[in-house]
């Protein structure tokens, strides 16, 4: 499963799944969960850039913990669902805020917004051995040496195992398929030339550019 987003067909995201987060940006925090998808075309690794997808003037950082699939899951049971991770990774969750925040007036999907290429960057893949606990791993992120998010997956509404049941309840999740648990306060703007590090407490970091 170490190079899984080369085979993996799939990205399903989690959105509003902080609390603080959902506040930020004046939205509900949801009663069940708010799911967005992106394609597997935005996977980027460390050494390749962040890009602007075109007409986008405000980009936003969003670090998240993403939950690596390892056998096929359709309509599973909560209780059964962590039989079917293989791991984890560290995510980012690139977002073209004006692209968004446009398409929701109008009541439009996300897709361009959350899916353009360069959207997902991840690290290297972790074990469930290296993340024992997925729903008490501390999330950070800096801008240019700036601390701009930092918060704990306890913190998630829905929970690893709930996420997985209920997504797996319509849509069928294969080996290699990620699920990203969502990001919690602090999301803010990136610009052209900004430097991006994000890492898991004690367990792994990683960095990227942006460019225009």
């Known amino acids: 499963m170490q190079r899984f987003f080369e085979f993996g067909r799939t990205i399903i995201a989690v959105g509003r799944n902080f609390r603080e987060h959902a506040a930020e940006l004046g939205n509900a925090v949801p009663t069940k969960p708010l799911l967005f998808m992106k394609p597997a075309s935005a996977y980027i690794t460390e050494g390749h850039k962040i890009r602007f997808p075109p007409g986008c003037k405000e980009m936003h950082h969003e670090v998240e913990l993403g939950v690596v699939i390892g056998e096929r899951a359709t309509r599973i049971r ?116 900004d430097e991006i590090e994000a890492g898991i407490e004690n367990v792994t970091k990683m960095k990227f550019f942006v460019e225009s």
């Open 78 to 193: 909560a209780e059964d669902a962590m039989n079917h991770v293989a791991g984890y990774v560290l995510a980012l969750d690139m977002t073209a805020r004006d692209i968004q925040d446009a398409a929701k007036k109008q009541g439009h999907p996300w897709l361009l917004a959350k899916g353009f290429d360069t959207s997902c960057p991840i690290g290297n893949f972790l074990t469930r051995e290296q993340i024992p606990d997925p729903h008490n791993v501390e999330l950070w992120l800096r801008v240019n040496g700036q601390q701009r998010q930092r918060g704990n997956t306890s913190e998630m509404i829905f929970n690893v195992p709930t996420l997985l049941s209920y997504i797996s309840t319509f849509i069928t999740l294969d080996p290699g398929d990620l699920v990203l648990m969502g990001t919690p306060a602090g999301v803010g703007r990136v610009a052209p030339g």
